[in-house]
């Protein structure tokens, strides 16, 4: 594709289910991350991949969250049992190497916790 | 991990007005990347600096990166209102790859 798609772009879960969100990064991308952005704050980061290495998720903030990326194309961020405080936008953004190379970033998927 | 900050916060200004946000670290950088990103949308790379001293221009914005490499500005002359958004300075520090943002800084320009 011509650039990073999210998938889905709005979620509304009930607290305790579990959600899966979707990023598709432009094709050759080596880097992928993800972030979490709350309503009038900057992106957090969460976790790190290069190619289907997670190299750093450090800023996973529980063990509920976790990300694959199990073929190094398509990444995957689940949320098990949803709480409100997940409620945020989660962003993907994917570059060709890293460090040295402008990040790409999706539209985000909107999840609300209800 | 320590947040590299940005000031300031937030900016009011008039079309046609000056507008500069300073990002600031406690350690020395290799390299700094400016976002923006408008409301309702997702970041958008603008520069990156790389050198010691480094300064940049895209049209109207001027990116400077400083002699100790630990803090970076954007200069916008002449605001417009499709300047409106919050502008991110992403630092790298050492060999790390990881991509992690400023505290931003809010720009508001109204005629």
């Known amino acids: 594709g011509a650039g990073v798609s999210q998938s889905p772009r709005y979620k509304v879960a009930k607290r305790g289910q579990d959600v899966a969100l979707r990023c598709d990064p432009i094709?050759?991308?080596?880097?992928l991350f993800w972030y979490q952005q709350a309503l009038g704050q900057g992106p957090e980061f969460l976790t790190y991949f290069q190619n289907e290495a997670q190299l750093d998720k450090s800023g996973l903030p529980s063990d509920r969250f976790f990300a694959e990326r199990p073929e190094g194309s398509v990444s995957t961020l689940k949320i098990q049992r949803t709480q409100q405080e997940d409620s945020a936008v989660y962003l993907c953004a994917s570059s060709l190497v890293s460090r040295d190379t402008e990040a790409f970033f999706g539209q985000g998927t909107r999840l609300t916790v209800v | 991990g320590q947040q590299v900050m940005q000031i300031p916060q937030y900016q009011h200004v008039q079309e046609g007005e000056d507008f500069t946000t300073y990002c600031n670290s406690s350690?020395?950088?290799?390299?700094i990347q400016w976002y923006k990103q408008r409301p309702g949308g997702h970041p958008v790379f603008l520069i990156q600096?790389?050198?010691?001293?480094e300064v940049k221009k895209q049209k109207r914005l001027t990116f400077q990166f400083g002699e100790a490499k630990k803090n970076s500005s954007l200069h916008i002359t002449a605001t417009q209102t499709t300047d409106v958004g919050t502008y991110f300075c992403a630092p790298f520090t050492g060999t790390a790859s990881k991509l992690t943002f400023g505290t931003g800084t809010r720009l508001q320009v109204t005629l």
């Open positions: 600096l790389v050198k010691s001293g």
């Open positions: 350690t020395t950088l290799s390299n």
């Open positions: 094709s050759g991308h080596v880097s």
